[in-house]
Every structure is written in C-alpha cells, then in structure tokens.
C-alpha cells in the first residue's frame, strides 16, 4: 500500500488554480481543475518546461507559462508537436482533504 | 430445510435481494428483516418527487404490510440490529432479543456526510436521505428561507424540491459549478441557468465556514468571506460514507465499505453484504443500477446457485422538472481521448461525447436528454462509431443525415440585434438589403452601409448573408479567434456585447464553443473582451490571464519576478528612490536597472517575497507601475519648458496628467505613451502607440508608432490647442482601441485595418463621440484604477499565489 501525506485542504487551492509542495528534490505543482479533479505533477520538465503552477489551465489540461507546451496533467505527457513528460505523482482526496504519495516526497518510483 | 435469515436494512439493495429470493425458492428461508427506520422497503430515490409534492409517499412505498405477511417474512421496522455474535451465530436486537441465524445479510445502506463545522449540531441542520428528512423539509413554506451545501445531484433535487413549494431556497457550493463531478463548466453554466429561473439563488465556490444559531436552532450559514445567509433550515447534500460501523464491531473485513467478493459473501462466508455499504473491488456505490445486480446475486448466492457480480457502467440522471440532464461513463480529458461537443444555444442544448479507440466511453447531456439510452447503449456495448462520427453528436435520427449549420450563433440572434455598431445596423436591415438584391459584400456595404465604416463586423455580416442566401453564398476564409470556434476576434466581441455574454463559460456555451474549456489562446482573449464590455461588473477572471498580469510581476526565464514601480511621467523623489535601495538591499536583488520607459526595474525577486516588497514600496507611495500589463504601461517625458530652453510647453505636467489619468486600464495589448516639449523630441514620442509633441501653438497628437520587431513611425492624428483636449482626445483614442481592437494588436495593428481616417472620423471630427468615447474611458477607470499590489500585499488578495501549500524541504534537511 502507499503511504499518503496531509498537504492541505482542498479549498485551499482555487479553482482552476495551482499551488507549489516544497520537495528537497524539487516543486511539486497540484493542480484542482474546473471539473474539480487534482493532479500532482513536477513543477519543471528540466530545461524544457517550467513553472507549470504558473500557467493557464483549460479542461485537464495546462498550458507551460514561457514557451506555451501544453500537458496533460493525468499523464503528464506533451500534447501536439512538443515531446516531454513531466512526472506525476498519485494524490487522493478523502474528506475534504489533499493527501500525496509519500513517494512523492521521497520521489521514489511510486512502486510499492 | 429451511434455514433462518436475518436481513439488517430494509432498503433498496436488500428490498431487491429479497423479492428475488422468495420470487425463486419461496420456501428456502425463513427470513427476519430489520430496519432502523420506522417502516418496511420504500423506493428512496423518489424522495425527490415526494419533495416536490409530485408523489405522495403512499405512492413510492415497494413492499406493503401484506406482501410481508403473505411471505411469512418477520418484520422488526423501527429496531436497530445492536451487535451480532459470529461464534454463536445470533443478533442481537436494541432491546436484547437474541436471534439465532444461519445466513445473515448486511443491506445498512450509507450515512450522509456532515461536515464538522461548529454548528452543525444545531437543531435544523438536516441531511436528506430518508422520510424524516423529507417530511421536515415539506413542512417549510414561502415565509421560510432555507441554505442547502452541495450543488450535486441530491443538494439540487432538494432545493429545487424546496423551490416548487414556494420556499426562498440557496445553494452553496464549494466548486466552481454545479455538479462538477458530471458536468463540464459549460453545462454546469446552464443548469444554474436553469436554477435560477425557478427562483433559487446559487452560489459556486462559496466556503461555509460555520453554522449559526439561536437558542439551539440554527439562524443563519456564514461563509469564510463572512457573508451570512440566513436560514430557517439547513441541508447538508455533500456525499455519503458506507455504513460499515456494525460489520466493524463484529470483526468483518472492512475498507472503505465492507469487503465482499463476485458473489456478495464478506469475509465470513455465512454473512452476505449487499447496497451502498459494500466495498467490491475497490468501487463503492451511490446509486441504485448496480445495487440490483448485486442483489440478484446475493440472491442466487443463498440458493447455492453459480452467479457473479460484474461492475458496469452507471448512467445518472437529475430528477428535477425542466432541467434535463443525463450522464453516463468517464468524461476526464486525456492524451488519447477526444471530444465531441453540440451546443445549441437558442435552445439551451448541451451534449458532449468523450471517444476513445473509437467508442464512446462517456456523454453528457443536457436541454435534450432524449436520445440517452441510445448512448449509453452504445457505451456499454462498446460500439465501433467509426462510420458514424460525423453524424454521432446528432443522435440517432440523424444518422445518414446532414450535419447542422455551424452558423448556428447567427442565426438564432433576433431581427433587432444591432450588426454594425458605427452605423447602428441591425441584423433584420441586412436581411432586408439581402433580400432586396444585395448579394454581395460589397451590395450590402453599398446599400445598408453595414460594415462600412470600422469594418470589424465584416464577419458577422458575411455570415448573415450566408444564412439568408444558403447555398447561393460561398464562405470567404477567415480568421478565427483559435480552434475552438469559427468565429473570428470581431464577431465574438461583437457577439458579447449584443447578447450580453458576462463570463467566459456563458461566451463557450452561447457561442458555441467547440472544446470543453478553451484553450490558452482564447481564454485570456475573451477575458480581456469580458472585462472591456462590462466595467464595474465581476467578469474578470485571473485564472485566465497569463502569468505576469495572474500575480502583477513580470515572470524572468529562471522563475524569479522583477517589480517595477509606478513613475508617474517618470519623475521621482529621493524618498521613493530610498525605498527603492532599501528594498533592495532587504531582498537581496540581484539586478537594479533603468528601463526604457524611465522606470527602475528590481529583477530576481522570488515569487513569495512580493507581497512583502510591495508592502514596502507602498508604504513610501508607490503603487504597481503595471510593466506586465496587457494595458496601461508608461507615459515618458523629456523636461519641457520647466527645465529646457527649447520647450514649448509643461510635457513633464501633462505626461503626468495623462498617466494619472490612464494608470490601471487594461486594452488588447501593451499601449506606451510620450510627451516631448518640442519637436526635438526627446522623449521619443514619434515611436509610441500615442504620442504628444508640443509646439508653440499646442499639441500634435500622433498614433500607430511602433520601435519593436516592427519600426513605424506614428502618424499625426489632430493638432489641439489645449491641454485639456489633449487629454481627452488621448483618453477618447486609447478608448476607441480598447473597444474596438483585437486581443494582442497593437494600435499601429489595428490602425493599419481600420484606417486612419476612420479614427480621425471618431475622435476628432465627431466632437459628440470623442466625449461619449472619454466618458467610457473614465466610468471604466473608475473600477480598473486598483493597485493590484496594495490589495496583495495589504488585503491578502489571492494570497494562495504567494505561499506553498505545504513545504517538505525543512523536513527533509533535518
Ligand atoms: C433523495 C435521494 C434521491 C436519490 N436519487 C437517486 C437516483 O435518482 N438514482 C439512483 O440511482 N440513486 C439515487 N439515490 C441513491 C439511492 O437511493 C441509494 O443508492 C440506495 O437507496 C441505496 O440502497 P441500500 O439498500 O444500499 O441502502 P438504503 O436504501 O439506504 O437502506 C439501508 C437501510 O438500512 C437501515 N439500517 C442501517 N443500519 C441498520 C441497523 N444497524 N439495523 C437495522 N437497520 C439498519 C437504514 O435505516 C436504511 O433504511 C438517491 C438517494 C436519495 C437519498
Ligand atoms: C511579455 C513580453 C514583454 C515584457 C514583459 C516586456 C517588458 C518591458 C519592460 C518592463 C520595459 C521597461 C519599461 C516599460 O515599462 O515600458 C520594456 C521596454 C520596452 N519593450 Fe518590452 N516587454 C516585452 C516584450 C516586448 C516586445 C515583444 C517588444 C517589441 C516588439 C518590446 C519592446 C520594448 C521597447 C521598445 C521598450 C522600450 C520602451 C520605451 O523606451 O518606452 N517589448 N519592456
Ligand atoms: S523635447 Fe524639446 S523640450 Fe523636451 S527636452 Fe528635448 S529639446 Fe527640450
């Protein structure tokens, strides 16, 4: 089983905004969307992409803030032309809270 | 033999298993069914329509007194099952009467979900889930005001149950529409539409902080923005948790409801679960399709006969008159899925398929559910659409048919829509032109004068000759606002305003938008439209602007901010310029440079130090100098007749003047200004969107100038001999752009379509309009003139954007 952390309500984050989780390995961006989904992905794609928290969402999607990528945020792959993957992380949501993968924290490959 | 039964819940799912059992072996069991509600099986989801006095209770009842007794089942309603002992194989009743068993069967239903705000164990405060719910919620009438949380489908069958009785009912919803889990913005858009015609106030994304009462009774809900909503009664619809409490107590395996395996047993193999407190397969279940077919099979089960529980796809339905929604599958957005989205606007219609390899595995609709079952058919079944995708948004009818008219926008505005707003051209005057001979353009242009003048209605007008002529008119090619639409920049500004569009899922819904939520191109257009069409109204939206204009700073290509404060004319003082180095110096900036546009620029300011820096700057004075903004940036000087022996007149005063007057406002792209004292020009007014030069007898306006990836030089506008009409005319040009250009043209852009003499026309030979167009300019600016950095760093304005949501790198470090 996964082991989760408490990062915050989930109206903490507005709707069809963003907010950073601090990792010693790097940002983590959650996104909540306009159909109220949350997603956890790396804030950068390392000298591609970067800061997602900070771009404009449209459905399941966002679009990169300096050079317009857009990412699927359940996959985290590139949409179009543009080829990357920034990296996911599993986040639930139970009784009105945010919980992310330990793994996330740790950023280990979420395999157990 | 027969063997004894003890059921616990006399609900849906057991109601099922039940009639299945004895409808198969009616002499298999002997079966005791116990209810913690006061009475036997009743059909909970017609709760609703009891609510809004369309049934009677009577009416939904599914097993009367005598159909109990002609199956010799022991009814024990109004009595709780207290504990059951596994050993020795009996229940025990609330009052101690022990029960032996040989099979027992769970069916304990779930438990709404009460949010543990401070007082939300007042007297009033009500979930809805059974009769007693629903009888207290009848009893309200139109004197009582009632607050329902949650606007999913229980919340808005209840208010809208409430709302038919006459009752003053409000839903607040935590989301950004209605029903989120269902629906996309769009047709969240229209359901509230919906809602709101039968007189209930909704209100999305509001927090409710805490219930208030009096002498025990709740009075009133007050959200976190401290708002209260009074009330005589309160309804929490905000979700429901398994009933698992008994099945833990007695040591079953427990999840988040009880676990059972294919053939409904728990993890006692005497003891079955079936309904809304079972956990199969990780899934757990809130509506009635697949607790039937676990009841058949729990039936089957207890009959030792072979049969397995299969998950399916669940279709949902709101039950409320006059909204028409259905939803079935999975409708999130994803790499290898797409969309297929109708709009029909005039007729409140909404449906949206989510394909995958092919299939259908998800729809939405709304204002025409009819053609449902033929989707969802197709959902559970698979189907290959492959053939069909043309047609397939159109139904079944449609099949082999023609698609519909995309102009479907346009022609459903009403003969008195005004068309061309230069001439006040209305749609029913182009319609008459056509049909008097003008067949063309140009015949229209010639006869009607429609699109004449600015030309920015071109579009529009072309496709109102398409929908009167048909197939006789080809379609020229043109520009769209981007792929979602086939409307162009000028149509669906135009379209804004004539249809009184005021938020961007309105626009998308209205306008017939072909994607679910935009995209980045059209987003931050259509907010910059929204906020130009209806000043002092809440159209803005920041989740729709870029970056830099989101959080007031300028992004730099490491993540880090540069801030730049206002310089009105560019003149300062040695205390705004000791605020600045002490800022510095307190952040650490790593870059202190002058600009082009005479202001000092602070470079490499992390995102969660602005608010702070801002706060400084303001308290020595100085507001947001708005360097990020599609709108308002910098009015340059040079030192005029205060200072040089050339100048003609105060160019410092009047940049000053200007840029008090024009700070704040937003326009379809940046727009830098200049007044220079004398024709040596100085301050470099010859490059600028608009620029003043002074000479002896006045000020030479000049427009359209660019020193960018183009180089223009601005042509001259008008001569004024005062100040004051120089300014006017200033705000009355910037106005006219700001209304009329297209989201990310410069002025020289827009200039370059519209023509020169046609701005001329405007503000400088029509007097009466050069005023009306000022006047505007000032009512805008009278909301538009906030210092975005004060409400940030003072009144803690979205401070969300500012602070991490949470911070493991300490942790980590320790
Ligand atoms: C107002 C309303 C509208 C709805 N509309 C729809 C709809 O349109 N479509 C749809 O598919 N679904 C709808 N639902 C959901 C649907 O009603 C439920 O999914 C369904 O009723 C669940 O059936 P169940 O048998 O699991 O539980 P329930 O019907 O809740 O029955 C459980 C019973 O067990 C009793 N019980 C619990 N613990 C004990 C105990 N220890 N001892 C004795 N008795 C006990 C409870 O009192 C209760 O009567 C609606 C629900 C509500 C409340
Ligand atoms: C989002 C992108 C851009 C940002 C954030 C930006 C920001 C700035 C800032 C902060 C200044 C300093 C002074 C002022 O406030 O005017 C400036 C000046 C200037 N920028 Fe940009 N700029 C951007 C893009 C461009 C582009 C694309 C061009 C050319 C087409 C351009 C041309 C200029 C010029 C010519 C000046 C000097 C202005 C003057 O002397 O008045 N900028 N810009
Ligand atoms: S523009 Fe003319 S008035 Fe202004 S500083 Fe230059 S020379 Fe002097």
Redesign the pocket.
């Known amino acids: 089983m996964t082991d989760f952390i408490d990062i915050g309500s989930i109206t903490d984050i507005p709707v069809q905004g963003a907010r950073l989780v601090r990792t010693a390995q790097g940002d983590i961006a959650i996104f909540r969307t306009a159909s109220g989904n949350y997603y956890a992905v790396d804030d950068y794609l390392e000298d591609k992409a970067g800061p997602l928290s900070n771009g404009i969402q449209h459905g399941e999607m966002v679009t990169d803030p300096m050079r317009n990528w857009v990412f699927d945020l359940a996959t985290g792959e590139a949409q179009g032309a543009d080829e990357g993957r920034v990296t996911t992380y599993v986040l639930k949501i139970e009784d009105g809270r945010i919980l992310l993968s330990n793994a996330a924290i740790a950023n280990q490959v979420a395999a157990e | 033999m027969t063997q004894k039964i003890i059921i616990?819940?006399?609900?849906?799912?057991?109601g099922r298993a039940l009639e299945q059992l004895i409808e198969t072996d009616p002499d298999a069991y002997d079966v005791t069914l116990?209810?913690?509600?006061p009475r036997g099986n009743y059909n909970?989801?017609m709760?609703?329509p009891v609510l809004s006095g369309d049934k009677t209770y009577a009416e939904i009842v599914t097993h009367s007194a005598e159909w109990y007794e002609e199956n010799g089942v022991t009814c024990r309603f109004g009595?709780?099952?207290a504990s059951v002992d596994r050993a020795r194989k009996v229940v025990v009743a609330e009052n101690g009467d022990e029960l032996p068993y040989d099979k027992l069967m769970f069916?304990?239903?779930?438990n709404p979900f009460i949010i543990p705000m401070p007082g939300h164990d007042l007297d009033g405060v009500i979930a809805?889930?059974?009769l007693e719910d629903t009888e207290l919620m009848m009893s309200m009438d139109d004197s009582n005001k009632v607050v329902v949380i949650g606007g999913g489908?229980?919340g808005l069958?209840a208010a809208a149950g409430m709302a038919a009785r006459g009752v003053d009912v409000t839903v607040v919803h935590i989301m950004g529409h209605l029903m989120e889990r269902q629906l996309d913005e769009a047709a969240g858009y229209l359901l509230r539409k919906a809602l709101v015609d039968k007189g209930i106030t909704v209100r999305c994304q509001a927090n409710s902080k805490q219930i208030l009462g009096e002498n025990g009774k709740v009075r009133a809900l007050q959200l976190d923005d401290g708002t209260e909503l009074p009330c005589d009664l309160l309804v929490m619809a905000v979700g429901i948790r398994p009933?698992v409490k008994?099945a833990q107590d007695i040591g079953l395996a427990v999840g988040k409801g009880i676990h059972v395996d294919d053939q409904m047993l728990t993890s006692d193999p005497d003891i079955l679960a079936?309904?809304?407190?079972v956990e199969h397969d990780g899934a757990i279940?809130?509506?009635?399709?697949p607790?039937y077919d676990q009841a058949k099979v729990a039936a089957k089960t207890l009959l030792d006969e072979p049969a397995t529980f299969v998950q399916k796809e669940i279709s949902?339905?709101l039950?409320v008159t006059g909204c028409d929604l259905f939803s079935a599958g999975d409708f999130a957005e994803g790499e290898d899925r797409e969309d297929i989205v109708f709009r029909d606007p005039a007729r409140g219609v909404y449906r949206r398929l989510v394909l995958q390899d092919n299939k259908i595995i998800g729809a939405v609709m709304y204002g025409d559910t009819a053609d449902s079952n033929w989707f969802f058919g197709m959902i559970k079944d698979g189907t290959d659409i492959a053939e069909m995708r043309e047609t397939l948004i159109f139904g079944p009818a449609y099949q082999g048919g023609t698609p519909m008219d995309p102009l479907a926008a346009v022609a459903a505005l009403p003969d008195d829509a005004e068309i061309c707003g230069c001439n006040g051209i209305s749609k029913g005057q182009i319609v008459a032109a056509i049909n008097a001979g003008a067949d063309t353009l140009d015949a229209v242009k010639a006869t009607s004068k429609a699109g004449s003048s600015c030309g920015s209605c071109v579009g529009l007008v072309t496709q109102v000759l398409g929908i009167t002529l048909g197939d006789d008119f080809k379609m020229p090619e043109k520009e769209t606002v981007c792929k979602c639409t086939d409307l162009s920049h000028d149509d669906v500004r135009k379209l804004i305003v004539a249809k009184s569009l005021k938020s961007i899922p309105q626009v998308m819904q209205e306008l017939d938008w072909n994607s679910p939520g935009g995209c980045h191109v059209c987003r931050p257009a259509l907010n910059y439209y929204l906020v130009c069409a209806w000043p002092g109204e809440e159209v803005d939206d920041g989740k729709s602007r870029f970056i830099n204009e989101r959080v007031h700073a300028n992004i730099q290509k490491d993540g880090t901010y540069s801030v730049v404060p206002r310089m009105l004319g560019g003149i300062t003082t040695p205390d705004e310029l000791r605020a600045i180095a002490d800022a510095a110096d307190k952040f650490n900036v790593p870059t202190v440079k002058v600009t082009g546009g005479q202001r000092i620029d602070l470079l490499g300011i992390k995102k969660e130090d602005l608010p702070a820096i801002w706060y400084d700057l303001g308290e020595a004075g100085m507001i947001s100098g708005q360097a990020y903004a599609k709108g308002l940036r910098t009015v340059k000087t040079c030192v005029g007749s205060d200072h040089c022996r050339f100048g003609t007149q105060d160019s410092t005063g009047l940049g000053i003047k200007i840029e008090s007057e024009m700070w704040g406002a937003w326009s379809p792209h940046k727009f830098k200004l200049a007044v220079s004292g004398c024709p040596r020009n100085c301050a470099e007014s010859t490059c600028k969107d608009l620029g003043i030069i002074c000479v002896d007898s006045g000020y030479q306006i000049l427009v359209g100038g660019a020193a960018g990836l183009d180089l223009l030089e601005a042509e001259l506008l008008v001569t004024v001999a005062t100040e004051q009409e120089a300014i006017d005319v200033s705000c009355a040009f910037y106005q006219l752009y700001r209304e009329g250009a297209q989201y990310l043209h410069r002025p020289y852009k827009w200039i370059a379509k519209v023509g020169l003499d046609w701005v001329k026309e405007q503000v400088v030979e029509d007097l009466e309009n050069r005023a009306a167009l000022a006047e505007r300019f000032r009512y805008s600016q009278k909301f538009y003139q906030v210092d975005p950095w004060a409400e940030r760093a003072r009144k803690g304005v979205d401070s969300h954007e500012f602070t991490p949501l949470a911070d493991f790198t300490k942790v980590a470090a320790e």
């Open positions: 616990i819940g006399a609900g849906m799912a057991t116990f209810n913690a509600e909970r989801i709760l609703s009595e709780r099952v069916g304990t239903g779930s809805y889930r059974d489908l229980l069958e009933n008994l079936v309904g809304e407190c279940f809130g509506l009635v399709a607790l949902t339905k039950k």
